[in-house]
């Protein structure tokens, strides 16, 4: 049963991407900005790394796209309440951890596909990088998408209006991202902004990532890496079902 | 026979100015086959107490029977033997009206092939025929409130509740929705709670009012028998009925307390 409603919650949300396919490529905006008028920045600086500067500036952009795509994405449900789509559904037998799931897999999806295509256009610009460390990015992405929107529509159950939510998710996410090296590797920063940014988790992810990309599968940080991020998605997803399972009752 | 029974239901809000006591304990009988007006001012409870009946909300008191199913021990039982269409409807915009009556069908966990000739035959019954390829947003407020009943209607429940069914509706879209309800009574059986702030709807349409005041019931009975006990007569408006049980006017939705 929890696999049947997942799947049909997950088929509704993913037609209502379907139905707004512009949005899905406006949402690659920003990395895509980033690649093409910040990364020829790099191509040149000594940033400490294996490989090249594109190995290390596209596992970053890819996590930023999962961090704002994913910590928003509780606006929609913000919005459904308010429309009472959210009640409508929870007056049917479906079941409450389906309705999470199946949102947050659209999600996911829709990340996935997003970094794909983030992806090809760095491969224009000048990235290689060996077909399995770009895989096990897409699953860092995977994951980190799968947490945060988790995370996101439990929070956003809790809350009445999107301007309430906005500010508040930006306040969060803003310093994350600077303070995990998505942008550089912290390593080129002085020491108490390194360790400061080993209390973000998503600095292990971008850490293991930028392993992966230049091949180097057996290291310590890509084992930090995959811990935090399964760690996270199980938290995630608990507080998550929580949230859903009790909403209102 | 009761279909619906509480007993002392209660809900209080915890907010950061202390405890809300929204209902203090409701004790209410529903025949099967009635329709039951649900009536009271703004902030008495109404909504609370339904969305209790409906398992959206978790009573922190008393108990339940609905459709001979626990509230609180068998909620998924409660949940296929009712309907529940809430004052804002609850469709997205964007959908077309097929697809929601399908999905609806789909939660209720009808198979595609049944979902999609349950959606043929609610939309005959509503007259939504030849609306179904349309956004919802299209639709006019008749329409649409059509359409949320539909929603509603999907898996036949045996007790329908909806919430203040015609605010915002032109008199001839109510006048249809009050058939629409009489109809799904004297057809199907349907035993249909509802709340109101018109009075000359719960006039019209129901069996039997029961009138709550902060968070209690504070009289039931037929129209006729309420008027002649809190009116002074069987030919006193439910308008100074109301106002006679009391104290105050069922204030219209929306209406915001004027400042002076």
Same mark, same amino acid.
């Given at each position: 049963?929890?696999?049947?409603?997942?799947?049909?919650?997950?088929?509704?949300?993913?037609?209502q991407?379907?139905?707004?396919?512009?949005?899905?490529?406006?949402?690659?905006?920003?990395?895509?900005?980033?690649?093409?008028?910040?990364?020829?920045?790099?191509t040149?600086?000594?940033?400490?790394?294996?490989?090249?500067?594109?190995?290390?500036?596209?596992?970053?952009?890819?996590?930023?796209l999962?961090l704002?795509?994913?910590?928003f994405?509780?606006?929609?449900?913000?919005?459904?309440?308010?429309?009472?789509?959210?009640?409508?559904?929870?007056?049917?037998?479906?079941?409450r951890?389906?309705?999470?799931?199946?949102?947050?897999l659209?999600? +996911?999806?829709?990340l996935?596909?997003?970094?794909?295509l983030?992806?090809?256009?760095?491969?224009v610009m000048?990235?290689?990088?060996?077909?399995?460390?770009?895989?096990a990015?897409f699953?860092f992405?995977?994951?980190?998408?799968?947490?945060?929107?988790?995370l996101?529509?439990?929070?956003?159950m809790?809350?009445?209006?999107?301007?309430?939510?906005?500010p508040?998710?930006?306040?969060?996410?803003?310093?994350?991202?600077?303070?995990?090296?998505l942008?550089?590797?912290?390593?080129l920063?002085?020491?108490?902004l390194?360790v400061?940014?080993?209390?973000?988790p998503?600095?292990?992810?971008?850490?293991?990532?930028?392993?992966?990309?230049?091949?180097?599968?057996a290291?310590?940080?890509?084992?930090?890496?995959?811990?935090?991020?399964?760690g996270?998605?199980?938290?995630a997803?608990?507080?998550?079902?929580?949230?859903?399972?009790?909403a209102?009752? | 026979?009761?279909i619906?029974?509480?007993?002392?239901?209660a809900?209080?809000?915890?907010?950061?100015?202390?405890?809300?006591?929204?209902?203090?304990?409701?004790?209410?009988?529903?025949?099967?086959?009635?329709?039951l007006?649900f009536?009271?001012?703004?902030?008495?409870?109404?909504?609370t107490t339904?969305?209790?009946? +409906?398992?959206?909300?978790?009573?922190?008191?008393?108990?339940?029977?609905v459709?001979?199913?626990d509230?609180v021990?068998?909620p998924?039982?409660?949940?296929?033997?009712?309907?529940?269409?809430?004052?804002?409807?609850?469709?997205?915009?964007?959908?077309?009206?097929?697809?929601?009556l399908?999905?609806?069908?789909?939660?209720y966990?009808?198979t595609?092939?049944?979902a999609?000739r349950?959606?043929?035959e609610l939309?005959?019954?509503?007259?939504? +025929?030849?609306?179904?390829?349309?956004?919802?947003?299209?639709?006019?407020?008749g329409?649409?409130?059509?359409?949320?009943?539909a929603?509603?209607?999907?898996?036949?429940?045996k007790?329908?509740?909806?919430d203040e069914?015609?605010?915002?509706?032109?008199?001839?879209?109510?006048a249809?929705?009050?058939?629409l309800?009489?109809?799904?009574?004297?057809?199907?059986?349907t035993?249909?709670?509802?709340t109101?702030?018109?009075?000359?709807?719960?006039?019209?349409?129901?069996d039997?009012?029961v009138?709550?005041?902060g968070?209690?019931?504070?009289a039931?009975?037929?129209?006729?028998?309420?008027?002649?006990?809190?009116?002074?007569?069987?030919?006193? +408006?439910?308008?100074?009925?109301?106002?006679a049980?009391?104290?105050?006017?069922?204030?219209?939705?929306?209406s915001?307390?004027v400042?002076?």
């Amino acid at each position: 049963m929890l696999l049947h409603d997942t799947a049909l919650v997950f088929g509704r949300y993913a037609r209502q991407t379907l139905r707004s396919r512009f949005a899905v490529l406006l949402g690659l905006l920003m990395p895509l900005l980033h690649l093409l008028f910040f990364g020829p920045l790099l191509t040149g600086l000594p940033l400490g790394g294996r490989g090249s500067s594109w190995q290390i500036l596209v596992p970053g952009l890819l996590l930023q796209l999962a961090l704002f795509g994913a910590a928003f994405a509780g606006f929609m449900i913000i919005v459904e309440k308010n429309l009472g789509i959210v009640e409508r559904m929870r007056v049917t037998p479906v079941s409450r951890l389906a309705l999470l799931l199946g949102r947050v897999l659209r999600d +996911t999806a829709v990340l996935v596909v997003q970094s794909v295509l983030l992806v090809v256009a760095a491969l224009v610009m000048g990235l290689r990088a060996p077909i399995w460390g770009i895989l096990a990015g897409f699953a860092f992405v995977a994951l980190l998408a799968l947490s945060l929107a988790s995370l996101s529509y439990a929070a956003a159950m809790r809350v009445r209006t999107p301007q309430e939510f906005g500010p508040a998710v930006n306040a969060l996410i803003m310093p994350s991202m600077l303070l995990s090296g998505l942008m550089l590797p912290m390593s080129l920063g002085p020491r108490w902004l390194d360790v400061l940014s080993h209390a973000v988790p998503f600095r292990y992810l971008v850490d293991a990532m930028r392993d992966a990309y230049v091949g180097a599968y057996a290291t310590g940080s890509m084992l930090y890496g995959a811990l935090v991020a399964l760690g996270l998605a199980a938290v995630a997803v608990t507080v998550g079902t929580r949230v859903f399972v009790r909403a209102g009752a | 026979m009761a279909i619906i029974s509480t007993a002392g239901l209660a809900r209080t809000f915890r907010t950061g100015n202390g405890p809300v006591e929204a209902v203090r304990g409701i004790d209410l009988t529903v025949r099967e086959g009635e329709i039951l007006g649900f009536l009271g001012p703004n902030g008495a409870g109404k909504t609370t107490t339904l969305r209790m009946l +409906t398992t959206l909300l978790r009573p922190t008191g008393g108990a339940a029977t609905v459709a001979g199913h626990d509230l609180v021990g068998d909620p998924a039982g409660v949940r296929r033997a009712v309907g529940y269409v809430a004052q804002s409807g609850g469709v997205d915009p964007q959908v077309p009206v097929r697809e929601e009556l399908v999905t609806q069908g789909r939660l209720y966990r009808l198979t595609r092939d049944q979902a999609v000739r349950r959606a043929a035959e609610l939309a005959e019954d509503l007259g939504l +025929t030849g609306l179904l390829d349309r956004r919802t947003s299209t639709l006019s407020g008749g329409q649409r409130r059509r359409l949320d009943i539909a929603l509603g209607l999907t898996h036949r429940p045996k007790v329908l509740f909806l919430d203040e069914p015609t605010t915002g509706l032109d008199p001839a879209s109510r006048a249809d929705l009050w058939d629409l309800v009489r109809r799904l009574r004297d057809e199907h059986g349907t035993t249909v709670f509802l709340t109101t702030h018109y009075l000359d709807e719960a006039d019209a349409l129901a069996d039997r009012l029961v009138v709550v005041d902060g968070g209690v019931v504070v009289a039931e009975g037929t129209p006729g028998a309420l008027k002649l006990r809190h009116g002074g007569s069987i030919d006193a +408006t439910l308008q100074e009925t109301f106002l006679a049980i009391t104290g105050r006017g069922p204030a219209p939705a929306g209406s915001a307390p004027v400042s002076v």
